[in-house]
């Protein structure tokens, strides 16, 4: 045998030898991954994305378009839980996130704006986790919310801190809280999805998860690395919207591209959803079904 080819059968005899000892889960023994092409595109939409004179209609319409996800604002949510639940019953849709709605901020300096973050907040968890969501939304500071604790290390610490209570709490109610990272024109606090993915590390709670935008994740150098770096551990929710003007997906043309993101998210086995939320330059009823097309076509090439 020549040297070259000793080395080559010794190596994957090593090779060998060293993945027999690996737990089962590693070497692929366990639970198969689902392949790529088996992971669906469960999308959902917001409130006012589709067209309909009242919330029978619009699910009507989702519904129609095989849409799985309904997204509704917090505001209000506590009284709305009925008529949401009425209004879903014997139908293919659920509710994915709720979106925001609370009010104050968690990061505010004056106690009472603390304060009516943290009684609104709970008020909405509670609700969202009787209508089975996967989480409520919420960002930690908008630019325009002031006074506003300072961006240091300290902060991140109490953040942290204050993240860990709610979500202990959002467990408790069957669902969780998502951190939102924006751009930097809307929210400088949180802007990438990997540094919100740390954040949820370190608030140490499973009812901490954070999402991505793809609208916002105009911040991130690469859309997918942005979904690995959160991981299924932590990325509980997407948004989606164009990626030029923020309306719908294929109105702004080329730019609206998700392929590089979508393929984490299959890669993955993303088992949230991709929820729409957006405006429109064009009549609903042509860019609404036009934008789910072209985001099937993609993610069938992801
Ligand atoms: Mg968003």
């Not at 067209?51 to 849409?67: R, S, T, V």
């Not at 890669?267 to 609903?284: D, I, L, Q």
Request: proline share 5%.
């Amino acid at each position: 045998m020549k040297r070259r080819d000793f080395l080559k059968t010794s190596l994957a005899g090593v090779a060998g030898a060293s993945l027999a000892t690996l737990p089962a889960v590693v070497t692929g023994c366990g639970p198969a991954a689902p392949k790529k092409a088996d992971v669906p595109l469960r999308l959902s939409f917001q409130e006012g994305i589709a067209p309909g004179a009242n919330l029978g209609e619009k699910l009507d319409y989702m519904e129609n378009l095989g849409i799985v996800g309904f997204e509704p604002g917090g505001r209000g949510l506590a009284g709305r839980v009925s008529e949401i639940e009425n209004a879903l019953r014997g139908r293919s849709i659920k509710v994915s996130a709720i979106c925001a709605g609370f009010g104050g901020f968690i990061l505010a300096e004056d106690p009472a704006v603390k304060n009516e973050f943290d009684t609104t907040m709970r008020e909405i968890v509670e609700a969202a986790g009787r209508l089975g969501s996967v989480g409520v939304i919420m960002v930690p500071a908008f630019n325009n919310q002031k006074p506003c604790k300072p961006h240091t290390l300290e902060t991140r610490d109490y953040l942290c801190e204050q993240l860990h209570a709610l979500g202990e709490f959002a467990l408790q109610c069957g669902t969780t809280v998502i951190l939102e990272p924006l751009n930097r024109r809307e929210a400088f606090y949180l802007r990438l999805v990997p540094d919100a993915a740390a954040i949820c590390r370190d608030a140490d709670s499973a009812g901490v998860k954070c999402m991505g935008d793809f609208w916002h994740m105009q911040e991130e150098a690469s859309d997918y690395a942005a979904f690995m770096a959160a991981g299924p551990k932590y990325l509980q929710h997407v948004h989606i919207a164009s990626r030029g003007r923020r309306v719908m997906p294929g109105e702004d043309g080329e730019v609206d591209n998700y392929v590089d993101g979508m393929r984490a998210l299959k890669e993955m086995a993303y088992p949230g959803y991709v929820s729409f939320e957006c405006g429109t330059k064009g009549e609903r009823t042509e860019t609404v079904p036009a934008a789910v097309a072209l985001l099937r076509s993609q993610w069938d090439q992801a």
